[in-house]
């Protein structure tokens, strides 16, 4: 993968394992608003899959958050979490 993308968890944007506050912060660089054109860096942040990182896609991102130091476990997803 390329720029902030993760294989295993989208959320996971510093790839530490967790998905926390830093995390939110890479999120945040990425948010353009909707039908706003994203660079290619931040297109796996697009959930929604409609070319741009918007209101929804901190949505889905919000329901992956960890917290720090806590890492993300695929066999105990966070509630509405799709990683």
Known sequence: TSGLCNPNVFADLDG???????????????????????PPT?????????????????????KCVTGPAIPFDRNNVPEGCVP
């Open 16 to 38: 530490d394992l967790d998905v926390d506050q830093v995390d939110f912060g890479l999120m945040q660089s990425c948010l353009a608003g909707s039908s706003v054109a994203v």
């Open 42 to 62: 931040c297109l796996c942040l697009d959930r929604d899959l409609d070319l741009d990182v918007d209101e929804m896609d901190m949505i889905a991102f919000t």
